[in-house]
């Protein structure tokens, strides 16, 4: 026979239900990092944001949308299953590590195309809730300290996202000189509101984005599919303005399959404002603004259209609404 607990409080907060959906907390994106001691830095990752949550023998997985994508990570899910705990939530990303360490985007869609998910990594970042106990209002690193407690023992592909306390600047240019995506700077006595605020800034070293897909252009020569996508993005004042053609960076089999999807979409008329004197080679196929790409690329040209732009992978976890640039400011984006 299971001794009910001495300890009332505990036992009531073991059987809490969790909040049928919890906002997650979104960075600002910044030029430079902070050096303050004020600040923690994080690598940060490319994948797919995501929460853990654990009720018991039952783990799910859902995105900053509140996607349920359980199925699309049965191993990940198994594995914080065995952790047996009652509402509990972990806040982290899902990604594709190299040998090297470094997480992909492209690796990532290519081992879920595939279905070749047992290898993928949860890096937990943050801990909201823990055996039924509200841990939101708690500061920033006393989250971290219970979570490294909560994972020391959890199994490979579980894993905590490291960080350092003051340095950012430093740490930055690391991340630069590694060719990763960036660092995260989060104030370590912040607490979690689920909204987006300046207690979390992200600053990239390389130019990735998504962007709204608005159109796709015919196959020339040999290739199939489609020849390439036309993408834009939310101006603040609700507009969508085009940003370039993104012509490289696709499998074959994705040009094929994803040209269906998108012929599923199609629509008379662009949903965009084109730049005056827009000239397309091949002819150009309208689509309504329902999926998001990512997207690397040089730099922004004068007139606000991607230099030498290559496709990374699709944005499923995210709303193209969320996708708002501020023309004045290339570099000014929203998560």
Known sequence: MVKPSSNPKKAERAVASLPSQIPVELATLEEEAPDSDDFLHEIKFDGYRMLARLEGSTARLITRRDQDWTARFPELAAAFSKFGLQGTVLDGEIVKLA????????????????????????????????????????????????????????????????????????????????RLEGIISKRRDSVYRGTRSDDWLKVKCLNTEEFIIIGYTEPQRSRVGFGALLVGYYTPGGEIRFAGKVGTGYSREFLIDFQKRLERIEQANPTAVLPKGTYMRAKVHWVKPRLLAQVEFTEWTRDRILRHPSFLGLREDKDPREVVIDTGSPNSVSE
């Open 99 to 178: 040998e090297n360490g470094i997480s992909s985007f492209a690796a990532l869609q290519d081992a879920l195309s595939k279905e070749q998910t047992a290898d993928l990594t949860y890096v937990a970042f943050d801990l909201l809730f823990l055996d039924g106990e509200d841990l939101r209002g708690l500061p920033l690193e006393e989250r971290k300290r219970r979570l490294s407690k909560l994972l020391a023992v959890a199994p490979e592909t579980i894993r905590v996202s490291e960080y350092r306390t003051g340095g950012g600047k430093a740490l930055y240019q690391r991340a630069c000189q590694l």
